[in-house]
């Protein structure tokens, strides 16, 4: 059964769209810790447009359950890191321009900063999640580098329209979540996930902890909080009604 890490980053996006106070993270991490979140997410940018470095500090102190970290591989955020302390770190890529993270972390092509980052960040006693695209070399080189997980990318499955391509998509996550599970990693998944596209997810075998943000944040504009974090808690645990049931080959 997955556990729920709510991401609450857009909570903190609303309070910078005025730079105010409110909207508070801090808040919005207690009413998701009530509503059954497992872990709580933040992303630190370096461009600092939503988290701030005291949200993530004030969190440290409050969050009851995992905290997750989202961060780039970039030397002052895993200085910050390794201060602060958050049980994981789920390493992303960024790029200033992007609307949000929008792609896995290529660990192929940057294998040497990874290790770096991985090494410190493990050295601090946080554990190190990579989120990667559902591709066998990147799964294969977070082993080889040390990870302690694989957070993969349901992003392309989220967008597919077509039943085709959402069948093809989840075939891919499907394939690297063995893959993930073979090489001793453990499986975590996010990005997209939604009320109505989470239980084929959440049903992969093996599946250890799902994360997701703007479609709890969403809901709770109008039904508040705790009751959608609750709601997507109980999608991410079952019972599943019949027919969603999806059996892996
Ligand atoms: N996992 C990672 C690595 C992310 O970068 C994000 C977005 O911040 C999420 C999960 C949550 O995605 P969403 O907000 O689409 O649920």
Request: glycine share 8%; charged share 25%; with cysteine.
């Amino acid at each position: 059964m997955p556990l729920l890490g709510v991401n609450i980053d857009h909570v903190a996006t609303l309070r910078q769209a005025r730079r105010t106070y409110e909207p508070d993270p801090v808040w919005a991490a207690a009413l998701a810790e009530l509503g059954g979140a497992d872990g709580i997410t933040i992303h630190l940018r370096e461009d600092r447009r939503h988290i701030q470095d005291r949200d993530l500090r004030l969190l440290r102190e409050t969050v009851t359950v995992k905290l997750n970290l989202e961060m780039a591989c970039a030397d002052e955020i895993v200085d910050i890191a390794s201060r602060v302390q958050p049980d994981q770190a789920t390493l992303v890529p960024e790029r200033r321009e992007e609307v949000t993270t929008e792609g896995g972390l290529d660990v192929v092509n940057h294998r040497q900063k990874v290790a770096e980052v991985i090494a410190r960040l493990k050295d601090a006693g946080i554990s190190v999640s990579l989120f990667l695209d559902p591709v066998a070399p990147q799964i294969d080189a977070a082993a080889e580098l040390g990870a302690d997980a694989v957070e993969l990318h349901t992003g392309q499955y989220a967008l597919a329209r077509k039943s085709g391509e959402k069948a093809r998509q989840l075939q891919l996550l499907y394939e690297a979540g063995r893959r993930v599970r073979e090489r001793g990693l453990v499986l975590h998944a996010g990005h997209g996930l939604n009320y109505q596209n989470v239980i084929p997810i959440a049903q992969m075998e093996g599946m250890h902890e799902l994360n997701i943000g703007h479609s709890i944040v969403s809901r709770a504009v109008f039904v508040g909080l705790e009751r959608a974090v609750r709601e997507m808690k109980r999608l991410v645990s079952g019972p599943w009604p019949n027919n969603h049931q999806f059996v892996e080959d």
